[in-house]
């Protein structure tokens, strides 16, 4: 059986998906060589498994439903040892001789994954969206959601309330708008750094968008009510301005900061805050770029960089890189002197942490003085982290999810020496992973007893959740409301309105969450 699994898969990688197969319509069996772990361990499941499982994991005659309660624990490592080790006394067998310990690793995953119902056929951007009507039950409030804008374009990233209620938000492939209090979008803020909309998608996922040129995070510096800065972060795009750019006769572009002030609908006044030496700018895609800017109480101002750089494992180990890294520089641009690596020489001396993949949300606790991101895992290894200065957070050597091709992460490989101590495990792990997105540390008096907690969007799972963290230890997860849509942003307003942004293929929304008295 394990013979015809490959002998199917080197036919499958030989399969171009097109764009013209609807996202919803693709087949699990359809997905490229590089997502071979995955349709390994589906095919292995129906194989195996499903006639006593079912082949939704809803039961059979024969065997019970693994959508249930697990009676030997719900963890990936129980799941394991339950797969390999059997049962036998209430019929489940061992598949200890039966399946190598990848396949076995790779099964488990499979088995969360539908559980949670992230699996990899699609990213859920054309899922049906209705904005459900009703109160939302939860432990500490009920609440109802509330549409503010609906007519987004489909590729929102980013939404700042202001002052007087009106809201900034970015649509990555197009510019800034500005939304009304009663929810009206502008045309586009004229003069803004542009934003390319050529799209394209790879074979091994045509549902997942891809491009370079984005526009990333906006967010308003703390004194902006005196100052008036906004501060737009975004993908700086440029053809033939370096050395590979010219090789390859690419477009070449890098994460950049700037910053400006809003004059009606006009862009005024743009400095830029940090921006990388030309020769480090790559072709890598906007996807994994990160995005995501956050202010402290002190002067500073955070921005995260994922996956944009070439050479080894992305350059995310390599300090002399700026991908893969959480940055800190003073609000105007210059480097504070208490930066982890000040003064070293051929690293970025705004390296504040290191070892990032794809990271999603960016926040800085006042309360506690303390910066905390999301970011995106590969297979499983979805992370919420605490993230402390010149510290490393893994990648690509370790992580707690898989290589799509089933393998485990494990980057000994690379040829970069490291010892497992020395790498800063997550407060919060996700896995199987639900693409966790943007959060917020709330302290919204509409909402008081989710004070302190982090309020956290998901992208691929639609849901969103309340996770309690308590001195720096994960205590519980909640889940607010599920089966939104990708909820790419979750922003605080000044009266406290908690606000959320959703990517959808038919069009961006903006909602607010209403609490019921």
């Known amino acids: 059986m394990r013979s015809q699994i490959r002998s199917f898969l080197s036919i499958t990688a030989l399969v171009a998906a097109s764009n013209s197969i609807a996202q ?172 390319y909309d050529d799209i394209y998608r790879l074979e091994s996922r045509i549902d997942i968008e891809r491009g370079m040129g984005w526009l990333f995070d906006i967010d308003l510096h703390p004194n902006y009510e005196e100052n008036g800065w906004v501060y737009l972060y975004h993908s700086d795009r440029c053809e033939g301005c370096n050395q590979i750019s010219r090789e390859e006769e690419r477009a070449v572009s890098m994460n950049r900061l700037v910053r ?47 996956l944009k750089c070439g050479g080894q494992g992305g350059g995310i180990q390599n300090l002399a890189t700026p991908c893969g890294k959480i940055h800190r520089v003073n609000d105007d641009g210059s480097i504070p002197q208490d930066n982890p690596y000040y003064g070293s020489e051929d690293v970025y001396e705004s390296i504040y942490t290191y070892g990032h993949r794809s990271p999603q949300g960016l926040e800085y606790d006042v309360v506690n003085e303390e910066l905390w991101g999301s970011e995106h895992g590969p297979r499983g290894g979805d992370e919420i982290n605490r993230l402390l200065p010149g510290e490393n957070y893994g990648w690509p050597l370790y992580s707690l999810g898989l290589h799509y091709d089933g393998t485990r992460v494990n980057g000994r490989d690379l040829g970069i020496p490291f010892e497992l101590a020395d790498i800063q495990q997550p407060v919060v792990d996700l896995t199987p992973s639900p693409a966790v997105s943007s959060f917020i540390i709330s302290d919204s008096k509409q909402f008081p007893n989710w004070n302190g907690d982090f309020i956290v969007g998901s992208l691929k799972l639609r849901t969103l959740f309340r996770v309690d963290i308590e ?5 519980e997860r909640e889940s607010l409301a599920d089966g939104l849509g990708r909820i790419r942003d979750v922003e605080q307003g000044f009266d406290g309105t908690i606000y959320l942004l959703i ?15």
């Open 503 to 517: 990517e959808h293929g038919a069009g961006g929304q903006i909602l607010k969450l209403i609490p019921e008295e």
């Open 24 to 195: 919803n319509d693709l087949l699990p069996l359809e997905e490229a060589e590089a997502y071979s772990g995955i349709t390994e361990s589906r095919l292995i499941f129906r194989e195996n498994c499903a006639v006593c499982h079912g082949e939704n994991l809803e039961g059979a005659t024969q065997g019970t439903p693994l959508r249930e309660d697990l009676v030997h624990g719900e963890s990936m490592d129980e799941i394991i040892a339950s797969i390999t080790d059997g049962y036998e006394t209430t019929g489940m067998p061992s598949w200890r001789d039966i399946f190598a310990p990848v396949e076995i690793v790779g099964l488990a995953m499979y088995i969360l994954e539908t559980r949670n119902n992230v699996g990899y056929a699609t990213s859920n951007y054309d899922a049906p969206l209705e904005i459900p009507n009703h109160v939302f039950d939860t432990e500490h409030h009920d609440f109802r959601l509330e549409t503010v804008v609906k007519d987004l374009e489909p590729l929102p990233f980013s939404i700042a309330p202001l002052p007087d209620g009106r809201i900034l938000v970015t649509e990555k492939t197009h510019g800034v708008r500005i939304i009304s209090a009663d929810g009206k979008k502008s045309e586009l803020v004229a003069d803004t750094p542009t934003a």
């Open 471 to 475: 001195n720096n230890r994960f205590v």
């Open 260 to 306: 400006g002030r809003l004059e009606g609908e006009r862009w005024v006044d743009q400095e830029v805050i940090w921006q990388a030496p030309i020769e480090d700018y790559f072709f890598a895609g906007d996807v994994g770029a990160g995005g995501r800017v956050a202010f402290d109480n002190r002067g500073h101002v955070f921005f995260s960089l994922g």
